[in-house]
């Protein structure tokens, strides 16, 4: 059967309401950042979208200062039930001005509008709605009677998920009871910036949440401040281990997000063409910009074949372009230096031998696009089946027993996410407990929902975020 043809349908960019100039968020007010200004781009065109102000390490000083007056005079003395209708209406608001945001992602990101509009932004909301409901019933979350919040909260947040990322983050930082210092990444400050109006729409008391874009530099100021007290990273493993350095010895609390890569194991009794769109959905939604995406494949030797004849078919109908095409299902690299990254990283499997198939859709002129692109005939000592490629990229392996799987989806220094599929419930348990990996899914994947706690093992990080664990990392207990 051929692929659809479909007629262009683009979302219309000035629903973003796209502003020339963004500002630093600073005690409840959009203020001159003292740093020097970057220009954010659209990685599927190129070009400029705005100009953004930065702050500096003195702007870092102001907004701990902020947060901490807030901490102190309003919000940790608030009743949880009071707190909550603050996060109850930024859920509200964050449905309302879904579709701005969702367009907005999509040109500071580069992933599919169809992406950002049906998954970060609804996910986003469901984060605040779900913290809501617990920030006035701390006290019986199983901490104690009385747990108490830790004070201020120093977040960093990566470029892949902007929106869903600093939800993740501040939703149960508010929740329970704490103020927020959060800089966004550098090539993707605009929905953060725009979050920051929302809270002054929902009226949240000034300094509760404070936004500072800019460069790493500002990302390891608000981790060194001496009036932090809690620090939540999502990002590279290299970064996460200056991090871990630095926190290490002082009173801080610290949860780290980190790198992954994931095996999704394909057993020969699984339902194969549900497992293909599995594998498709786990590696190349969002372009492979995901920390626990499938990006090693394990399929058992006697399926394997058949599996790849079905994998590439399927492959080849996904239609790479214009993000803000509701069609679009492989987006833009989100820069210029990550599509470096995964080149250097094809090229090297080109050169240890294994067998590249890419997809035949067309590549755009412009912008920063890679195709989806599939290896076999990889062995683990190759470095695209040990390091994390953050792309769209595929290696896949096979095994022949279900002790070979679990030790080949083990041999890994991550241990974030994991796949199985079989028919036998018996054996998802079994594998399940063998596998080193803090989410494991079952004929399905990147399923989520706020009220299950997500986070890994090893080089992955450590401590969950979401459900009733998460909230852990932000209290006193």
Not at 31 to 51: F, Q, R, W, Y
Request: some cysteine.
């Amino acid at each position: 059967m051929g692929i659809f043809e479909y007629a262009p349908a683009p979302e219309s960019r000035d629903i973003a309401n796209l502003k020339d100039h963004y500002r630093p968020f600073i005690g409840g007010e959009f203020v001159d950042g003292s740093g020097e200004s970057l220009k954010t781009v659209n990685p599927a065109t190129e070009e400029i979208l705005a100009e953004v102000g930065t702050a500096s390490v003195s702007d870092v000083d102001a907004a701990v200062r902020a947060a901490r007056a807030a901490y102190e005079t309003v919000w940790s003395r608030m009743p949880g039930s009071e707190r909550a209708k603050y996060l109850f209406r930024i859920a509200r608001l964050i449905q309302e001005r879904s579709r701005e945001l969702a367009v907005l992602e999509s040109l500071d990101n580069g992933k599919p509008i169809k992406e950002s509009r049906d998954s970060d932004i609804p996910t986003a909301a469901a984060h605040f709605f779900y913290h809501a409901g617990w920030a006035d019933k701390l006290e019986y979350a199983g901490y104690g009677p009385n747990p108490k919040p830790l004070g201020v909260a120093g977040q960093v947040i990566p470029w892949n998920f902007p929106l869903l990322m600093l939800a993740w983050k501040i939703a149960p930082a508010l929740a329970t009871g704490n103020t927020v210092v959060l800089k966004p990444a550098e090539t993707t400050p605009l929905t953060a910036l725009v979050f920051a109006e929302i809270c002054q729409q929902a009226e949240l008391p000034p300094g509760v949440v404070n936004i500072l874009p800019g460069a790493g530099d500002i990302g390891a100021a608000v981790v060194e401040h001496g009036d932090v007290d809690k620090i939540a990273f999502t990002g590279s493993t290299e970064v996460g281990k200056l991090i871990q350095r630095t926190v290490a010895g002082t009173r801080k609390k610290l949860t780290l997000e980190l790198g992954g890569k994931a095996a999704n194991v394909v057993f020969d009794d699984a339902p194969l063409d549900q497992a293909v769109e599995g594998i498709v959905n786990g590696i190349f939604f969002n372009q492979g910009h995901v920390c626990c995406a499938g990006s090693r494949l394990l399929v058992q030797e006697s399926v394997a074949e058949e599996v790849m004849e079905k994998l590439r078919y399927r492959v080849s109908t996904l239609r790479m372009g214009d993000p803000l095409d509701k069609n679009t299902d492989i987006g833009a690299i989100n820069s210029a230096e990550q599509l470096a990254k995964i080149r250097g990283l094809v090229e090297s499997g080109d050169a240890e031998g294994a067998q590249r198939w890419t997809s035949p859709c067309p590549v755009p002129d412009r912008g920063f696009f890679f195709a989806p692109t599939v290896f076999s005939d990889v062995h683990q000592s190759m470095r695209i089946a040990r390091e994390e490629i953050f792309g769209p990229v595929l290696s896949v392996l096979t095994f022949r027993t279900p002790d070979e799987a679990v030790a080949k989806a083990n041999n890994t220094p991550y241990g974030l996410s994991a796949g199985i599929w079989t028919e036998k419930g018996s054996r998802i348990l079994w594998m399940a407990n063998k596998l080193r990996a803090g989410v494991v899914w079952a004929n399905t994947f990147n399923r989520f929902d706020p009220a299950a706690p997500f986070g890994g093992y090893q080089e992955s990080g450590f401590g969950r975020e979401g459900g009733r664990t998460g909230l852990e990392a932000y209290l006193d207990v």
